[in-house]
T-cell receptor
Framework: DAKTTQPNSMESNEEEPVHLPCNHSTISGTDYIHWYRQLPSQGPEYVIHGLTSNVNNRMASLAIAEDRKSSTLILHRATLRDAAVYYCILSANSKLTFGKGITLSVRP | DAGVTQSPTHLIKTRGQQVTLRCSPKSGHDTVSWYQQALGQGPQFIFQYYEEEERQRGNFPDRFSGHQFPNYSSELNVNALLLGDSALYLC????????????FGDGTRLSIL
């Protein structure tokens, strides 16, 4: 399974944008980039996924580098409820291989 | 529309025992995956069921087995429990095609004494 690299943690201020980076230099042509997040005491929650083009949904935006070796999850206005562990995952099928993720803290 | 439901929410067993965990997928989903999450770690893929067959399997021993029923619900069975099996067990459901969003339940917390 192709591997992703994320910082361990990041802090942001409430109502400001947040950019969460992910490196995946060994990505293959069939790998989709998935982002999930996990709030304390809950199961993971789907955030967004994409293959080559940038993607937007009601939760976030996903910016994918032209060479696909990195991507950035963008939360446009962080809220306290966005404090969670965010996982960047590569998958060519429905098997998700989670790493340790990045812990996002949001300051009021 | 109910999401993924898992039962029980908590369970305590002793070493050597066997356990069965249950999962009902989100309405309209026919694929169920199981994950194990140790404390402080990300979830680890155990296996996935589609059309009542195991479609993919992670790096888990044969003590871990599963089943999917015609209504798409699923069970995870673990035999000969070890202390290291203590973890949060998560079930996720999705449509049958690959790379669709997976919907997770809140898991079963299994403690082995």
């Amino acid at each position: 399974d192709a591997k992703t690299t994320q910082p361990n943690s990041m802090e942001s201020n409430e109502e400001e944008p947040v950019h969460l980076p992910c490196n995946h230099s060994t990505i293959s042509g069939t790998d989709y980039i998935h982002w999930y997040r996990q709030l304390p005491s809950q199961g993971p929650e789907y955030v967004i996924h994409g293959l080559t083009s940038n993607v937007n949904n009601r939760m976030a935006s996903l910016a994918i580098a032209e060479d696909r070796k990195s991507s950035t999850l963008i939360l446009h206005r962080a809220t306290l409820r966005d404090a969670a562990v965010y996982y960047c995952i590569l998958s060519a099928n429905s098997k998700l291989t989670f790493g340790k993720g990045i812990t996002l803290s949001v300051r009021p | 529309d109910a999401g993924v439901t898992q039962s029980p929410t908590h369970l305590i067993k002793t070493r050597g025992q066997q356990v069965t965990l249950r999962c009902s997928p989100k309405s309209g989903h026919d694929t169920v995956s199981w994950y194990q999450q140790a404390l402080g770690q990300g979830p680890q893929f155990i296996f996935q069921y589609y059309e009542e067959e195991e479609r993919q399997r992670g790096n888990f021993p044969d003590r871990f087995s599963g089943h999917q029923f015609p209504n798409y619900s699923s069970e995870l069975n673990v035999n000969a429990l070890l202390l290291g099996d203590s973890a949060l067990y998560l079930c996720a459901s999705s449509p049958g095609t690959f790379n669709q969003p997976q919907h997770f339940g809140d898991g079963t917390r299994l403690s082995i004494l």
